[in-house]
């Protein structure tokens, strides 16, 4: 069974950045895809950020392309998730989640895909 834990969320001002942290109880890393999810009060879950299993590519929503990038520490078995430029929009309970080896690339932003999730780590920014 893998274990999820995030941190690394608080409050900041809009143009700031945070960095979130999720250490997996095994190493999955190699094996599985790795993704971090948001969810604002009474939205749906939007995946943000997403590697690949096997050659680790990095996959991301048009709203955080060019600002969050998502890696990991394999030694170490923690997924980082860097988010600079933070805007008011991206305030959001943020979830590290684990999904299976093999994924259609038209799923791996969606909630559904994936079948482990930590509990979550809140991110609020400030206009």
């Known amino acids: 069974h893998v274990q999820l834990v995030e941190s690394g969320g608080g409050s900041v001002q809009a143009g700031g950045s945070l960095r979130l942290s999720c250490v997996v109880s095994?190493?999955?890393?190699?094996?599985?895809?790795m993704a971090w999810f948001r969810q604002a009060p009474d939205k749906e879950r939007e995946g943000v950020a997403v590697?690949?299993?096997?050659?680790?590519?990095?996959y991301y929503a048009d709203s955080v392309q060019g600002r969050f990038t998502i890696s990991e520490d394999s030694a170490k078995n923690v997924l980082y998730l860097q988010m600079n430029d933070l805007k008011p929009e991206d305030t959001a309970m943020y979830y590290c989640?684990?999904?299976?080896?093999?994924?259609?690339?038209?799923?791996?932003?969606?909630?559904?895909?994936?079948?482990?999730w930590g509990q979550g780590t809140q991110v609020t920014v400030s206009s």
């Open positions: 989640a684990a999904g299976p080896r093999l994924m259609a690339r038209r799923t791996i932003l969606e909630a559904g895909a994936y079948t482990h």
């Open positions: 095994r190493d999955t890393h190699s094996t599985n895809h």
């Open positions: 590697l690949g299993s096997g050659g680790r590519t990095p």
